[in-house]
């Protein structure tokens, strides 16, 4: 009876174990055989805006070294760093010292002139007098024609030096003149309003300008700001003035400040002689500068700082999308294979798109609001958790397949 007992159990046990057997080996074909569930996204309404993104650097929209045109040392400095001045506010006074006394001997220089220029015109009215007698003495005989020839070669000397002597008054007063805007250059004066942005000078250094104007101070015009943004070759071809661009910087990520493309530069910035001739493949890319003006009234741009830029290519509102990640193969420029859900089955069909962002996808023709696009399916999804269990990835600790 134990006996009998024993071999029911251990013929249970048996059955058991194919049983387990059986279903262990057989849950793929199971699964397989099982009715796919299909996981799908609508199509849905959204905005899409397709950008071009890039890196820029925030300059001031004008900006202007303001230089010494006089040598001489620096007598005082009247603003300092980061002051907002006007147009024609003082700035700086180089000692005047030596330029005045310029001034005084060009002065000089033109009262001498005039001076002799008188004395010769008094002599003139002489040698007319002189000469108008010569003549009537000579009709009736009382003198010779050599006498009368003297008095005409003085009267026409004497022209001829008081002509000269205009000419050396007309080069006195431009010395004069000179020399005044000489003084004048000691006081260097705002030629824009701004905000001084860097002081190059001390007070008690000499400026020496006699090859070129040694920059005391940089003005900036701080209410606009331009944007310099690197674009690639690749994206510069679709790229043009007027097109809608936003930017945020590192400090504020948060808000967008809009503004439109100005201008694409025809060539890159750092183009030499050589780079214009044709130049081999290589690995470096090549970029050109797009640039743009924004207002900055409270002047929180600031200069060189970082500008994330997106240039919008095209923005659709209210148009019909779906995520990128669905699409199929790509038949032609534009033309994509999806797969819609009709009463449960899927079914494939060609739409026509558009405009891409990051994530979705314009659809131009093709599917109407509400379809159902399929992602992926029950089945597929079983299968691929089920081979990468055998392949000892998925399942828990000691090997086993999750249940």
């Known amino acids: 009876m134990q006996k009998k007992k024993r071999r029911y159990f251990l013929a249970i046990l048996m059955l058991l174990l194919i049983a387990g057997i059986s279903v262990w080996f057989g849950r793929d074909y199971l699964l397989s055989a099982e009715e796919p569930e299909f996981v799908t996204v609508p199509v849905a309404r959204r905005t899409i805006q397709e950008t071009v993104s890039s890196t820029g650097v925030i300059n001031s929209s004008k900006q202007v070294d303001v230089g010494a045109q006089v040598s001489g040392q620096i007598q005082s400095l009247k603003v300092s760093l980061g002051e907002a001045v006007k147009k024609g506010q003082l700035l700086a006074v180089i000692d005047p010292s030596v330029k005045q006394n310029d001034l005084k001997d060009a002065q000089a220089q033109l009262k001498s002139v005039l001076a002799q220029k008188k004395a010769k015109q008094a002599m003139l009215k002489q040698y007319e007098l002189e000469y108008k007698r010569q003549q009537k003495m000579l009709k009736s005989r009382a003198s010779s024609a050599a006498d009368l020839e003297s008095a005409q070669a003085n009267l026409a000397s004497t022209r001829a030096d008081i002509e000269a002597l205009d000419a050396q ?3 006195a007063r431009i010395s004069v003149d000179t020399a005044k805007t000489n003084l004048g250059y000691t006081q260097i004066l705002a030629p824009m309003d701004g905000v001084v942005i860097a002081v190059e000078t001390d007070e008690g250094q000499t400026v020496v300008s006699s090859q070129s104007a040694p920059t ?3 003005l900036a015009d701080l209410d606009t700001m331009t944007v310099k943004t690197l674009i690639s070759e690749a994206d510069v071809i679709r790229v043009k003035a007027g097109m809608p661009v936003y930017f945020s910087i590192l400090g504020d990520p ?3 400040h809009k503004s439109t493309l100005r201008s694409i530069d025809p060539a890159p910035e750092t183009i030499t002689d050589s780079d214009t001739s044709a130049k081999t493949a290589s690995s470096s890319a ?28 095209g923005e659709a509102r209210d148009t019909l999308s779906i995520p990128m ?14 797969r819609i859900l009709e009463k449960g089955v899927p079914q494939v069909r060609m ?18 609001e509400g379809e159902q696009v399929v992602v992926g399916d029950s089945v597929t999804s079983a299968q691929s958790v089920s081979q990468n269990q055998r392949k000892g990835f998925g399942g828990p600790p000691g090997g086993r397949g999750m249940r």
């Open 169 to 171: 008054i007309t080069q």
């Open 216 to 218: 005391l101070l940089i």
């Open 254 to 256: 948060d808000t967008q």
């Open 286 to 313: 090549t970029y050109y500068n797009g640039q743009f003006d924004i207002a900055n009234p409270e002047h929180k741009l600031r200069i060189f700082m970082t500008a994330q830029v997106s240039i919008v290519l």
């Open 325 to 338: 990640s669905v699409l199929g193969e790509e038949r032609s420029s534009g033309r994509y294979e999806v």
């Open 351 to 368: 739409i026509q798109t558009d405009l891409k962002d990051n994530v979705y996808i314009q659809v131009v023709s093709g599917l109407s």
